[in-house]
């Protein structure tokens, strides 16, 4: 499947987080460009796996501000002065993050919180409540948008958390594990809502971390393994990029999953263990 | 039958209400019974009337809306106090100052009435600040404590969305746990409630359920005491029950 990129949307250099003593990732570094493929409405879907401990989760945090780096710095496009290639540092709030929990304001019905994260916007009240009830219809949250989180399903829970991303953050979504503990129809739900991101711009780029490698392999047009590196035979306390796997360079990337995809499901398996 | 003796074990509604109901009738024979003799350590269910019955005509209603308006004013301040500062001590610079706070509960009731009574001239407000003092000691700590069990999670959400540090305290910490605020103060209040008889006898003329027992102590009136202290046990239960319900009601996702 041919495909170009240009704007580079991603830019980590040098990334590291430290607690204290204890150095948690180091040295991290990896560029995401804008994926153009004719006819069709592309966003970036990027994958990080590895083993539990590895600093999945404090990548995603520094990747989204929510963390300083020790060293190094995230880059993303600046989309609103509407030069090509122009960077800022992220901030906290500038891509969107939704936790494994599915966190959300606790005291908040659907609705009540949707309308929180569209509090910045400058359009109308009604226009909001419009974006809010297209969204509510779009993503089958109508029969629930006045219950709290607690009466919510997981599902349900996951997919307001990411709609309030969606209208607060702009282009960028990071999603700690959005798979785990969900059923079937959940997982169908999750990967309809990736599709649904990526299809409605071209900026719009999910990355996400899972243990599920099928998955990765499967929705992934990039993925990233996560582990200790070995450093003179042995395996450092630190976490970094062991491997990457372009899936658009081998031609796998938007692809039903089949027997090449199981080739990388393997190699990537390899590198975890190995990590 | 066998099953009411194994541990977590689940009984009906029913069998529930019959166990509460054989534990009640058990406790009242067995009062019953041991006040029966010339000698005995707890007066009998007809004094303990008798002595309801006389307090009602003294004016009993009166002295329990003396102890509850009491508690009100004396809980108002103190919650204001805690809370000040438990909201504060996400500040670093504040930190300190609410963890002190929240120490001095351990400070004896003597030293501190000793102080007061310096400072203050009027002896009913000498009792509400005694309370407000104690009160804001246990509930600063209760309320340090939900701040802190707040998951990490939910500052990051609300930081994810933008929201500034001052918009973090007041959408997770302030209005994201106000029912967990009302929670504190019913699990708090007891301990008012338990120290309003040491309280309210600082100043006997104020009256109060404090001033009754000491009374009725003094003239060694069982009846009278046992009558008030069932009658402290009810007020105390109902606030519990009302705030409780008050939670419930107006705050749908509280499960707490």
Redesign the interface.
Same mark, same amino acid.
């Given at each position: 499947m041919t495909y170009s990129t240009e704007n580079t949307l991603l830019y980590v250099e040098d990334l590291s987080v430290s607690y204290g003593d204890k150095t948690v990732i180091k040295d991290i570094n990896f560029v995401e460009k804008d994926v153009i493929r004719t006819g069709n409405v592309t966003g970036q879907v990027i994958a990080f796996v590895g083993r539990s401990g590895r600093g999945k989760s404090t990548l995603f945090r520094a990747l989204t501000g929510l963390v300083k780096p020790s060293s190094g710095k995230v880059l993303i496009a600046d989309t609103t002065t509407g030069i090509d290639n122009d960077a800022k540092v992220v901030n906290e709030g500038d891509i969107g993050f939704v936790d494994q929990k599915y966190t959300l304001f606790r005291n908040k019905t659907v609705s009540q919180a949707l309308m929180f994260a569209l509090r910045n916007k400058e359009i109308t009240k009604e226009e909001k409540e419009v974006k809010i009830k297209e969204y509510l219809h779009q993503w089958g949250l109508e029969k629930v948008k006045d219950q709290y989180p607690n009466e919510l399903s997981g599902g349900q829970r996951q997919r307001t958390a990411i709609i309030e991303q969606i209208f607060c953050s702009g282009h960028y979504m990071v999603l700690d594990e959005p798979f785990s503990g969900l059923d079937v129809g959940n997982i169908q739900d999750v990967k309809d809502a990736f599709n649904l991101m990526t299809a409605s711009h071209e900026f719009n780029t999910i990355i996400y971390s899972t243990h599920d490698i099928e998955l990765a392999v499967e929705l992934a047009d990039s993925i990233y393994v996560i582990g200790y590196p070995s450093i003179e035979g042995k395996l450092a306390d630190y976490g970094t990029i062991v491997k990457h796997i372009d899936m658009k360079e081998i031609g796998l990337a938007w692809k039903d999953f089949g027997l090449d995809h199981m080739e990388v499901v393997k190699q990537i398996k390899a590198a975890m263990l190995s990590s | 039958m066998k099953l009411l003796f194994k541990p977590f074990e689940k009984v009906s509604k029913n069998t529930r209400l019959l166990i509460v109901l054989f534990w009640v009738v058990l406790v009242v024979t067995f009062w019953f019974i041991s006040s029966m003799g010339e000698r005995h350590l707890f007066p009998s269910p007809q004094q303990v009337f008798t002595g309801f019955s006389e307090l009602y005509n003294e004016g009993l209603v009166v002295h329990v809306a003396s102890s509850l308006f009491l508690c009100l004013k004396a809980i108002i301040i103190a919650v204001i106090i805690s809370l000040i500062f438990a909201y504060l001590s996400t500040i670093p610079v504040i930190k300190p100052l609410a963890n002190t706070l929240s120490k001095l509960r351990y400070l004896p009731l003597t030293g501190i009435t000793f102080y007061l009574t310096i400072l203050i001239n009027d002896a009913r407000t000498m009792q509400v600040w005694v309370l407000v003092v104690f009160m804001s000691t246990y509930l600063t700590t209760s309320l340090l404590s939900m701040v802190s069990a707040i998951?990490q999670?939910?500052f990051?959400?609300?930081?994810?969305?933008?929201?500034k540090r001052w918009e973090v305290l007041w959408?997770?910490v302030i $209005?994201?746990r106000?029912?967990h605020v009302i929670e504190v103060i019913r699990q708090n209040l007891a301990i008012v409630w338990m120290m309003l008889v040491t309280v309210e006898s600082i100043l006997v003329a104020a009256g109060g359920l404090g001033f009754l027992i000491k009374n009725s102590d003094k003239f060694m009136n069982h009846g009278r005491i046992i009558a008030l202290q069932i009658v402290i046990l009810f007020v105390g239960l109902s606030i519990d029950f009302i705030l409780n319900y008050l939670r419930k009601t107006f705050?749908?996702?509280s $499960?707490i």
């Open positions: - | 998951p999670e939910e990051d959400h609300a930081r994810s969305l933008q929201c959408e997770v $209005k994201g106000v029912d705050f749908r996702y $499960k």
